[in-house]
């Protein structure tokens, strides 16, 4: 997936305002299982998926709880280096050898600055990742573990097979053995 690709998919940006955030962009190859964003520091770096898999964490009673997965077209990025310029309490960590864009937030808010596309384009962003999140933490409250299970499948059944069982297990709010279990009566429907 290109820069631009996943810039517009966010919301559409006339090629100028394209072509000045690809002029300040990097692209960059990650080893899978390589931090890209580590927790308790400032992070000011803005990572746009353009192969691959990632996925945010934290460790909670000595466990590594997944909240976030992220594959082609997704943005990965520390909230709050990106809007406090203070340290985060994420991981984010490759699941598999990846592509990303990277750009650090002082130079994307620069941006933002001199072009209203640019600074509607970062409202959008935010106004989706509040939406993302949302559709991510009410259901935990509300459906069961299958429920979860099943809406996952329905989204995204291309990552299935390239996220770890226990990281999916975390991200869905269950244990690995809880997870088998549903996608053994699910299989054998």
């Known amino acids: 997936m290109t820069l631009r690709d996943i810039l517009n998919d966010i919301y559409p940006l006339p090629e100028e305002s394209v072509s000045k955030v690809e002029a300040v962009a990097e692209k960059i190859s990650v080893k899978k299982n390589e931090i890209i964003i580590p927790a308790d520091t400032l992070c000011l770096d803005v ?22 997965i992220g594959a082609e077209g997704a943005v990965a990025v520390s909230m709050q280096g990106y809007i ?11 699941l598999e050898d990846s592509v990303l864009y990277h750009i650090t937030a002082p130079r994307l808010h620069a ?35 299958r429920e979860r ?15 770890p069982l226990e990281n999916l297990a975390s991200y ?9 279990r549903i996608r053994g009566m699910i299989a054998s429907r």
């Open 47 to 68: 990572f746009f998926v353009a192969k691959g898999i990632l996925r945010a964490f934290s460790y909670a009673d000595g466990k590594d709880i997944t909240f976030w």
């Open 84 to 94: 406090n310029n203070r340290p985060g309490y994420e991981n984010i960590i490759t």
């Open 111 to 145: 941006l933002y600055n001199n072009d209203i596309h640019l600074a509607n384009w970062g409202r959008r962003f935010a106004e989706k990742e509040l939406l993302r999140t949302e559709s991510y933490l009410i259901p935990q409250l509300f459906t069961t573990g």
């Open 149 to 163: 299970y099943e809406t996952f499948l329905n989204e995204h059944p291309d990552l299935l097979n390239r996220i």
């Open 172 to 180: 869905l709010g269950l244990t690995p053995v809880s997870l088998s």
